[in-house]
């Protein structure tokens, strides 16, 4: 056989004319994105869960583990997130993602191959490489297959993906990790996303730009100072951007720390901290998501000033539980608080990504979803991570508070989410008109 005939699938593109002819797949591709945002998650938190044996065997400060599982990740995640969606913005987005999760899967099993500290280091950089393109295009797909009322309903459907992968990165690799290591964890999470990648490949249409939308200005490609220029002038957008990016910093920056707080406050093996928080972000997680998916669904959600300051006051009042959680001495007391703050986490996930996308017009959309992925994760695997490890180290040496330094550091980050609920609800003053002039 002549290899140079071998060709590999080509994007299938859809040519229906306008918005009345919504695709037949669109709830496969859901379901199947949703999936590929699992694994993404599973294997970015996965090595929360298994901060602190890692920090042991490696005689890591906080700081420096705070480096090899956060920052690492993040430079070339944040760096290359918005060249990759500028790519997505102007050809395949199925082409890209399915490369992009056969790449983060391979790294992850990669990691569990490291022998020390720099195999370790090169492998989560390969893996930052590969999830920076991961959502972008999946929500770009998404805004062309579900119309602009839809959207922060499918995206927030999407966003349960967060809850099954935590659940995968928490329980299932705390499980492994208790019987096998922590190398045997992340092979585990890794190998299984390079046949997903596969399917991805192979069934997924991609969809033609814009075509659900009212006009068909947003369907010629932009360019990535138009696109920022573009949001610049949307004063939604940038609270959306701003609102996200400061609750990811307080949700899921707590979040990070999180397991190597029960196991150093409470007690807890890695093991049990994953058995704790897995099935939390399994079960409260995914109804937090799908009562936010119903909220999104109801008549009332069709104005955004409503989605706005409903994630405003869920934000805001979600903060209180997240700061006695750290105070709290009791074991049982701060399981019951993390029942309700870990649903919190998910809320606002889907409808900040639905909301953005319907401010912004489709030939930019994949670029915009970028700008928060990095504004966002800059803030919750760079600042977070690093400025609470800075803090318990300096609390354990100023202060001699010893295993519970790490306490007092999440204690001063936790009272930030009141600052991510006012940029949330002050969105909501020019989102309607922000939503005509983008589409």
Not at 11 to 19: L, V
Not at 32 to 61: C, G, H, K, M, W
Not at 254 to 271: A, D, E, K, N
Request: hydrophobic letters at 55%; a positive charge.
């Amino acid at each position: 056989m002549n290899a140079s005939r071998i060709q590999p699938p080509q994007p299938m593109i859809d040519t229906a004319p306008g918005p009345a002819a919504a695709p037949s797949d669109r709830w496969y591709v859901l379901a199947l994105l949703t999936v590929v945002y699992a694994l993404n998650i599973a294997d970015r938190f996965s090595i929360s869960t298994l901060i602190e044996p890692i920090r042991q065997e490696l005689r890591l400060s906080d700081s420096g583990i705070a480096f090899l599982t956060g920052v690492a990740l993040a430079l070339f995640y944040v760096t290359v997130g918005i060249p990759i969606a500028a790519l997505a913005d102007r050809t395949s987005r199925r082409d890209i993602l399915a490369l992009a999760l056969a790449i983060w899967s391979g790294m992850t099993a990669l990691c569990g191959l490291a022998q020390n500290y720099w195999q370790l280091l090169l492998a989560r950089f390969g893996v930052g490489i590969g999830e920076a393109g991961g959502t972008p295009p999946s929500t770009s797909m998404l805004a062309d297959k579900f119309p602009p009322a839809r959207r922060p309903m499918a995206n927030t459907i999407f966003a349960l993906g967060a809850c099954l992968g935590a659940w995968l990165g928490s329980q299932v690799a705390g499980e492994v990790a208790e019987r096998g290591g922590w190398r045997a964890a992340f092979l585990v999470l890794g190998i299984p996303g390079m046949l997903v990648a596969l399917l991805v490949w192979l069934t997924v249409r991609e969809p033609r730009r814009g075509q659900l939308d009212a006009s068909a200005v947003g369907r010629r490609p932009s360019t990535l100072p138009a696109t920022l220029r573009f949001i610049a002038t949307q004063r939604s957008a940038i609270h959306l951007l701003l609102g996200g990016s400061v609750a990811t910093f307080w949700s899921w920056g707590l979040m990070w720390w999180t397991p190597t707080f029960l196991q150093r406050s409470h007690h807890m093996t890695v093991g049990e901290a994953g058995q704790l928080l897995g099935p939390m972000h399994l079960i409260a997680g995914t109804a937090g998501t799908l009562l936010a998916a119903w909220l999104m669904a109801r008549r009332a959600a069709a104005d955004p000033r409503y989605v706005t300051r409903l994630l405003g006051w869920v934000t805001a009042l979600t903060t209180v539980p997240s700061i006695f959680l750290y105070w709290v001495l009791s074991a049982k007391a701060a399981t019951a608080l993390l029942w309700i703050f870990v649903p919190s986490v998910y809320f606002y996930i889907g409808p900040i990504l639905g909301l953005l996308q319907n401010v912004i017009p489709a030939n930019m959309r994949a670029t915009a979803c970028a700008v928060l992925l990095f504004i966002a994760n800059f803030a919750n695997l760079v600042l977070a991570p690093q400025i609470i490890g800075w803090l318990s180290d300096w609390f354990a040496a100023s202060f001699g508070a010893g295993s519970e330094s790490l306490r007092w550091a999440l204690l001063l980050l936790a009272p930030t989410g009141f600052w991510a609920a006012w940029h949330l609800w002050t969105s909501g003053a020019t989102i309607r008109a922000d939503e005509a002039r983008a589409t």
